[in-house]
């Protein structure tokens, strides 16, 4: 089995997986709770929370899975992007997971490991597809030939499309993250209520950061208390907006590509009204949408493997190259 950590953000996350790619333990430890208080994630407060959380999660995967180390053959860690000191801590583990045991360790970029969410059992997607991957970090449209490699057809030039959802929340006096409680409250809501113009680039490419600020000005040009009464149409007619673009521009990327099959992958694919606006595209399931070390299993099933010891030197990396 693939014994596989992923600490890139504020999720510290263990799995095991087979190298069929059965999940025999996903575990996630969210500390958004920590950060709920700052209305963000505190890069210093995620690196110590991955710290102590890192090892119970561990144990807690292998007893998940009723294995221990020796059911392991390969180790695997998000190595980037992220957040370099919350990224730091999973590789420093996973080294020496690997190390312990002599044997080889994986590492798996990020996006790597959302589009591979797609390729775990029982509903595994066989390249060629189109894959929207949209997070709290990046809102990309990936033309996938093979497993394990894919292009770049088009990527938002600003803010990602998570992080639309997490400001307009904040807008609105939601919790953070605030993504999934927009999407819950948005379902009271009339989404024609407002129009909430998002700008549209040539080509393939996003762009989010205008969309949160007519959101802005429509909030503030409320009367005191009214904000309150109107909440729920804010939220269904900024959701509709956010989602419009994201399908539109993944339809005219499938035509252009000439692919059949469409992939949607990251937090926000756990979107209710995105899902419901792709029927025909394949969403990963629910519990592998936002971070998590299944995923990252996944992916380093396409992946050369450094051997004992060559990979005690390894770095994380906090963009892309
Ligand atoms: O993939 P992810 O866990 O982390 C990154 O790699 O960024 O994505 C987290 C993002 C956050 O912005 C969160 O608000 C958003 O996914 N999210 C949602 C929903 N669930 C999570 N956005 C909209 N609707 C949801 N149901
Ligand atoms: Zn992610």
């Known amino acids: 089995m693939i014994f596989a950590l992923e600490t890139s953000c504020d999720e510290t996350a263990a799995a095991l997986v087979t190298h069929d790619g059965e999940i025999r333990a996903n575990v996630v430890a969210s500390q958004a709770d920590l950060h709920a208080q700052f209305g963000g994630v505190v890069p210093e407060i995620a690196s110590r929370r991955h710290l102590e959380l890192v090892l119970p999660v561990v144990?807690?995967?292998?007893?998940?899975?009723?294995?221990?180390?020796?059911?392991?053959?390969?180790?695997?860690?998000?190595?980037?992007?992220?957040?370099?000191?919350?990224?730091?801590?999973?590789?420093?583990?996973?080294?020496?997971?690997?190390?312990?045991?002599?044997?080889?360790?994986?590492?798996?970029?990020?996006?790597?490991?959302?589009?591979?969410?797609?390729?775990?059992e029982p509903d595994s997607l066989e390249p060629?597809?189109?894959?929207?991957?949209?997070?709290?970090?990046?809102?990309?449209?990936?033309?996938?030939?093979?497993?394990?490699?894919?292009?770049?057809?088009?990527?938002?030039?600003?803010?990602?499309?998570?992080?639309?959802?997490?400001?307009?929340?904040?807008?609105?006096?939601?919790?953070?993250?605030?993504?999934?409680?927009?999407?819950?409250?948005?379902?009271?809501?009339?989404?024609?209520?407002?129009?909430?113009?998002?700008?549209?680039?040539?080509?393939?490419?996003?762009?989010?950061?205008?969309?949160?600020?007519?959101?802005?000005?429509?909030?503030?040009?409320?009367q005191p208390g009214e904000l309150e009464r109107r909440r729920a149409d804010l939220a269904a007619s900024y959701q509709r907006a956010l989602v419009r673009a994201l399908v539109e521009r993944t339809d005219a990327a499938a035509q252009l590509l000439g692919v059949e099959r469409v992939g949607v992958v990251g937090g926000v694919a756990a979107n209710s009204e995105l899902r419901a606006s792709l029927p025909w595209a394949r969403a990963a399931p629910l519990s592998l949408c936002t971070d998590n070390a299944a995923m990252i299993a996944s992916a380093a099933r396409y992946v050369e493997p450094l051997p004992y010891p060559r990979y005690l030197g390894l770095d994380a990396y906090a963009s892309a190259a």
């Open 59 to 120: 144990r807690q995967a292998l007893s998940d899975a009723g294995a221990t180390l020796d059911d392991v053959d390969l180790v695997a860690v998000t190595r980037g992007p992220g957040l370099i000191g919350a990224l730091l801590v999973g590789v420093s583990a996973a080294k020496a997971l690997a190390w312990t045991r002599r044997l080889p360790l994986a590492p798996v970029d990020h996006l790597d490991g959302h589009v591979a969410s797609l390729y775990l």
């Open 128 to 222: 060629p597809f189109l894959c929207l991957l949209a997070s709290g970090g990046h809102t990309m449209l990936l033309d996938v030939r093979a497993r394990g490699s894919f292009g770049v057809a088009g990527r938002t030039v600003d803010d990602a499309v998570g992080e639309a959802f997490d400001k307009g929340a904040r807008l609105l006096g939601l919790g953070y993250p605030g993504g999934a409680e927009l999407d819950r409250l948005a379902r009271d809501g009339d989404p024609e209520a407002f129009s909430f113009p998002v700008a549209k680039l040539p080509g393939l490419d996003f762009s989010f950061s205008g969309v949160k600020t007519s959101l802005l000005y429509a909030v503030k040009k409320l």
